[in-house]
């Protein structure tokens, strides 16, 4: 299931209505999945959530919302552009692998094995060890070169008991040597939080033999992520002045970050009255056009509503450079008095990296 990247910014206790409010936020940034996946505030990062009509649902990801995630993957209309994949290893090891050294979160990253030796059905083998993050939510695939199509290695289901072990395989056949060696192509995506991925590359030649690559590491990062301006036990009035804050993504990965998205969502209710959109004023500092209206929508079947932040920074964000979006929120002189947990979420492409609670009170006019 999908799972989303989590930092807040101040602290809430989660009920059913915020997770909710939670995944319907990351579903109009993200984009919507596979019916019956919801996002969970206690997991830490997301490929495609929407709302499950209140309930917060915790677990490995299903293989719907795998598919979700894994972009690119076998089925797509036309052939896929084939990646530049060098021998790795040297000619006493016949088996290599490779892995690049940073895999930021939401990003294809670099891999291969390298075969020198002949295989006859036999079964390429994967063992990933995960510290800071599930190895049920790493994507790996290869490129199938007949069908011209990033295809999903099999994946075992992780024991319960050791969440940061997991196996990936596939089947492969080649007549591989020393002077000439087969390379695969593969690639990885880490989309929960950051931490270190290791990957032990085997292989069984169909003969009764196996053989071991070295284990290889890279480091599972994403960009820095900050609110400011949005104080614990935050106030607004209805009919009252704005209250102004700042979120900055600024990326400290070495690789740069296409398709940055941000939104911010909300919940709130107090008896039968649900705060609507409407009761809402969102707005957002555009350079050149000042500030502007930032349309909220309601959160599917739950009442929570969400928003898309407008673009404020060159697509890619390269490295060592940030997005700022300044904000402001008003609250609507007829609005419900109620505790409103809200936040902002942070993702690129299909993937939520980031997500901080921003919750506040509405008050009533006072004097």
Request: with cysteine.
């Amino acid at each position: 299931m999908a799972r989303i990247a989590q930092q807040p910014v101040t602290g809430w206790k989660a009920t059913a209505g915020s997770a909710a409010a939670v995944a319907a936020g990351l579903a109009l940034v993200m984009g919507a999945a596979a019916p019956g996946n919801a996002a969970s505030v206690q997991g830490t990062a997301g490929t495609r959530a929407v709302p499950n009509c209140g309930a917060a649902v915790t677990g490995p990801m299903s293989g719907a919302t795998r598919a979700n995630a894994a972009a690119g993957k076998h089925g797509t209309a036309g052939r896929e552009t084939a990646p530049t994949t060098a021998a790795t290893g040297n000619a006493s090891q016949q088996l290599s692998y490779g892995l690049a050294p940073e895999a930021p979160l939401g990003l294809w990253s670099s891999s291969n094995v390298t075969l020198r030796t002949p295989v006859s059905k036999g079964t390429v083998r994967l063992d990933v060890t995960t510290q800071g993050f599930i190895a049920d939510s790493l994507l790996i695939q290869r490129y199938d070169t007949k069908s011209g199509h990033w295809v999903d290695l099999d994946h075992q289901p992780t024991s319960d008991a050791r969440p940061e072990k997991g196996t990936f395989s596939f089947p492969v056949s080649e007549s591989a040597s020393a002077g000439r060696p087969t390379t695969v192509a593969l690639r990885v995506k880490a989309i929960d939080r950051p931490g270190r991925l290791t990957v032990t590359a085997s292989v069984e030649d169909g003969h009764g033999h196996t053989y071991r690559a070295p284990a290889r590491s890279t480091v599972v990062d994403r960009p820095t992520t900050t609110v400011k301006g949005w104080q614990r036990g935050a106030s607004l009035v209805r009919g009252g002045a704005a209250k102004e804050f700042e979120l900055t993504v600024k990326n400290t990965t070495k690789r740069a970050y296409p398709a940055l998205n941000a939104g911010y969502f909300a919940y709130g209710q107090t008896g039968n009255r649900a705060v609507a959109p409407k009761d809402l004023v969102l707005q957002q500092y555009v350079p050149g056009r000042g500030w502007q209206r930032v349309s909220l929508v309601p959160g599917g079947c739950d009442p929570g509503m969400s928003a898309g932040l407008l673009p404020t920074a060159k697509s890619p964000l390269a490295p060592g450079t940030s997005a700022v979006y300044r904000m402001r929120l008003a609250v609507a002189g007829d609005a419900p008095l109620a505790d409103v947990e809200a936040g902002v979420s942070v993702g690129t492409g299909d993937t939520s990296f980031y997500y901080g609670t921003l919750p506040f009170k509405i008050r009533g006019k006072q004097g």
